[in-house]
């Protein structure tokens, strides 16, 4: 049995399917297009400790564009006794202190196990009824302060709840008879955040008690080489996953030759068993193709943020220190403070992300910059995303450091000329196409910003470039991973024996 561990599309099931989310059902497609049946999708369970089946009508849905919703679970109507309400009251007091006494510790699986036992009691009451033992339990707090981290996580869960973001489904999916047994499993396959919890020691153990032959898909190694740049919880989680994952692999897929590299020399500078150079892989991102938007949707969202065909530079990226944006906003400010009135507006396209606060707020008051000098944009769908691409003079991207450096390859997809960091890895995805230059050298980037803005000849040589970039598919992606896998099959035998 190839198991195709798909935890991490599930558990985002009901989100868009971008970056890591996209990669991984790339690959359910392609494993499923090729082997049919004889791939199993299994999502593991934590708390269980086991990985559990995924019916095929479930995958579909993973699959198609966004037409998945999340079951809410049932909750008990409020009763009509008064009797009756006081005494659902007083069994939820009894069982939330049960939970917390029964689950002691704030490790993962702990609180898990904590937060099953508090939906479980909060389902047998009402929302009024929770809502008036909340008041009670209020002023106990005020008395007792120790009481502030439990009733805080109980109205989270309470939250989650009342809003249908816990899993109706969920008893029926973890019940015994779909537990996958690991006997059974010859392949294992992890492609997504393997990082999230402690599935990778239960690959480990089955590996090595089971004889699983081991594959996993690494994007960076960003959490271990730039910490200090790393989202909170995943500097903390990725390095002891990365740890376990290397003691117990056969096979390894990398997205790019950067990653790949620095795979390999963490290997080796830290003393973890070699790995076997043919079987550290290569296997390059797809990128969606592009068609443009038509000249009402164009029109329309162009008009919607205040902005002119090509009268724009362009940055698209979560809002995060890694990417650099203060970088990008102290070269604006410079360019406006040697060329004011020559420099276009720079519109940041990104979510939210973390440490950025300070950041934002010294941009929003920095009284150096002229008026909407530079702009945040957020939730931006996919096809405003294409028009912003299409119109925009050009893009920057001064990244610190990335996997692959996916928002280059959509600019030389869309055909607009990049002016980009010279980070390995998106030196090798634009294939020569953008224009890369080192971080240190704040002149030469001065210099191109303005070239590309107001020199006619320069910016035309930079769209040849773009148009002529080769451009990477998804059909590529799935054929060369299928291609490497079936590879490694053929030598099995010998891999085993060595």
Avoid at 123 to 129: A, F, Q, T, Y
Avoid at 147 to 167: C, E, M, W, Y
Wanted: with cysteine; hydrophobic share 40%.
């Amino acid at each position: 049995m190839i198991l195709l561990d798909i935890t991490t599309s599930y558990t985002f099931r009901h989100w868009k399917a971008m970056g890591l989310l996209r990669v991984e059902q790339e690959v359910i497609r392609a494993f499923r297009a090729q082997y049919g049946e004889a791939v199993t999708f299994g999502i593991y369970n934590p708390v269980l400790e086991g990985y559990y089946r995924v019916p095929p009508a479930e995958i579909d849905a993973i699959l198609a564009e966004r037409r998945w919703v999340v079951p809410s679970r049932d909750r008990a109507a409020m009763s009509p006794s008064r009797l009756r309400r006081h005494m659902r009251r007083f069994r939820l007091a009894r069982d939330i202190r049960q939970a917390v006494r029964r689950f002691p510790g704030a490790d993962p699986i702990t609180e898990l196990r904590r937060d099953a036992a508090l939906a479980q009691a909060l389902s047998r009451v009402s929302l009024e009824e929770y809502s008036s033992l909340r008041r009670w339990l209020g002023m106990a707090q005020r008395l007792t302060p120790k009481l502030a981290p439990v009733l805080s996580r109980t109205d989270l869960v309470n939250h989650q709840l009342h809003h249908g973001q816990l899993d109706a489904q969920a008893p029926d999916r973890f019940a015994p008879e779909n537990a996958i047994d690991p006997a059974e499993v010859t392949q294992y396959l992890s492609v997504g955040g393997f990082w999230s919890d402690n599935r990778y020691e239960y690959a480990y153990h089955a590996r090595k008690d089971h004889g699983w032959t081991v594959h996993y898909l690494i994007y960076d190694l960003i959490p271990v080489l730039w910490r200090h740049l790393t989202e909170p919880t995943t500097k903390e989680t990725f390095p002891l996953a990365l740890h376990w994952m290397l003691w117990g692999v056969d096979q390894v897929w990398t997205i790019s030759d950067t990653t790949r590299q620095d795979l390999l020399a963490h290997v080796a500078d830290h003393g973890y068993p070699p790995l076997k150079d043919r079987w550290v892989t290569p296997v390059l991102l797809g990128a969606d193709s592009t068609t443009p938007a038509d000249a009402d949707i164009t029109r329309a969202t162009l008009a919607r943020h205040d902005l002119d065909a090509g009268g724009y530079v362009l940055m698209v990226g979560t809002l995060e220190p890694r990417k650099n944006h203060d970088f990008a906003y102290r070269l604006w400010r410079e360019l406006h403070q040697r060329h004011p009135g020559e420099v276009l507006p720079l519109i940041f396209v990104g979510q939210p992300g973390w440490s950025m606060g300070p950041f934002v707020e010294m941009l929003a008051e920095d009284v150096g910059l002229p008026h909407e000098a530079i702009r945040i944009l957020t939730d931006v769908d996919d096809e405003a995303l294409g028009v912003l691409y299409d119109n925009c003079r050009f893009t920057l991207y001064p990244s610190h450091y990335e996997g692959w450096g996916l928002p280059v390859v959509e600019s030389l997809n869309h055909a607009k000329p990049c002016l980009c960091s010279d980070a390995p890895s998106i030196v090798e995805a634009a294939q020569g196409a953008a224009d890369c230059l080192p971080l240190l050298d704040g002149e030469a980037w001065a210099a191109r910003a303005l070239a590309l803005m107001g020199d006619d000849a320069t910016y035309a040589e930079a769209l040849d470039r773009a148009e002529g970039f080769g451009g990477y598919s998804w059909q590529d992606f799935r054929q060369n991973l299928i291609a490497d896998f079936e590879a490694f099959q053929d030598e099995l035998p010998v891999q085993r024996v060595g």
